[in-house]
């Protein structure tokens, strides 16, 4: 098993255990409700980050407290670019960042492998790198980048791109 495929299955068994899923927890730790499960908002994980995928020393794994700042739902558009590097819209598209953390696209939960923040401001700020099952990726700004871009961009899984995220 290679390294990411080691990340992503440690992510998504701690994001499991944060949601109170698994079933393997002993009696003293989840007692009884008579509904059947832990409830409540679930704890935030620890967040993880493939700094492989970057220059050395440039991002690294956000706090919690970080996270939140950039957490929220992006109203944007899909599409692709033409030969002539013109953004053909083919639709609109949702973007959701929760805080524990979830990463949700047009209504589908993702697979979160990586969460990465630069370490200093660029341009646009601080940009959050999040990087999703089928080699997708969003970068999300606290800072509006301006037509194109705004406050969220990226390559959806399978390949479409997400630009104009507008955070609701």
């Known amino acids: 098993m290679n390294a990411k ?17 698994g079933g393997d927890d002993p ?3 989840d007692p009884p409700t008579g509904g059947g499960g832990g409830g409540g908002t679930p704890a935030p994980v ?3 980050c493939n700094t492989a995928n970057y220059t050395a020393g440039s991002v690294a794994a956000p706090t919690a407290t970080e996270l939140a700042a950039y957490a929220g739902t992006f109203n944007g558009e899909e599409g692709s670019y033409d ?7 083919s639709g ?17 939960l993702l697979t979160a492998t990586s969460f990465c923040l630069d370490n200093t401001a660029g341009p646009y700020g ?3 790198y999040v990087e999703v099952n ?5 970068d999300i700004s606290a800072t509006d980048a301006g ?20 955070k609701q």
Not at 83 to 89: G, P, Q
């Open 147 to 166: 037509d194109g871009l705004r406050f969220a961009w990226g390559v959806a899984p399978g390949g479409a791109i997400f630009r104009n995220g507008v």
């Open 92 to 108: 609109d598209a949702v973007l959701v960042l929760g805080t524990t953390p979830s990463v949700t696209y047009k209504g589908t």
């Open 5 to 21: 495929t080691r990340i992503a299955s440690l992510l998504a068994a701690l994001l499991l255990a944060a949601c109170g899923g």
């Open 83 to 89: 030969a002539n590097f013109a953004f053909v819209k």
């Open 134 to 138: 089928d080699n997708g990726h969003f």
């Open 27 to 29: 009696a003293e730790a």
């Open 126 to 128: 601080r940009i959050l």
């Open 46 to 48: 620890a967040l993880t």
